[in-house]
């Protein structure tokens, strides 16, 4: 894991997380998944490539899907954050979390936490979205284990249940 601090000073920083205000001390080129993963405890969004390029790093930040490896976490001053952890109700998972367990869309788990944040940021976007729609939702988002048909599945799942996050 590798943190780019550029020889700064530490700063705090205070944005919301799952609707928690938080404040980190942190250095304003520190990536917002190791903040995130390292100082919150928060560790759903993964590490795949580091490099923008998987998305298994994924987080909403003010209702858009970022890539949280590629954010300095001074951006986020002010923000909303939300993280895989922030989308269950208690004991009550997501309509996308079960979902993806009903349809077989997680096995190795890595890129889930991403693939449901982008799934969550399409069905905001498109309630009612195409398989190839759904398609071009996860796009950012690599799986090696699935093969993407039982992802697509559980998207289309999800949205016929109707989701409300
Ligand atoms: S770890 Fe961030 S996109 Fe791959
Ligand atoms: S379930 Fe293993 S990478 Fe997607």
Do not use: W
Request: glycine share 12%; aromatic share 2%.
């Amino acid at each position: 894991m590798t943190s780019s601090h550029n020889g700064g000073v530490k700063a705090k920083i205070s944005f919301t997380v799952n609707g928690e205000p938080k404040t980190v001390l942190a250095y304003p080129m520190e990536r917002l998944l190791d903040v995130l993963r390292e100082q919150l405890r928060l560790t759903g969004a993964k590490e795949g490539c580091g490099e923008g390029e998987c998305g298994s790093c994924s987080v909403l930040m003010d209702g858009m899907l970022v890539n949280s490896c590629l954010v300095p976490v001074l951006q986020v001053e002010g923000c909303s954050i939300v993280t895989i952890e922030g989308l269950a109700a208690g004991e009550t998972l997501h309509v996308l979390q079960e979902a993806f367990l009903e349809c077989g869309g997680a096995q190795c788990g890595i890129c889930t936490p991403g693939m449901i944040l982008a799934a969550v940021h399409l069905l905001n976007a498109k309630p009612d979205p195409t398989v190839d729609e759904i398609r071009e939702g996860l796009s950012g988002n690599l799986c090696r284990c699935t093969g993407y048909s039982q992802i697509v599945e559980a998207v289309a799942d999800a949205a016929r249940r109707g989701t409300s996050t």
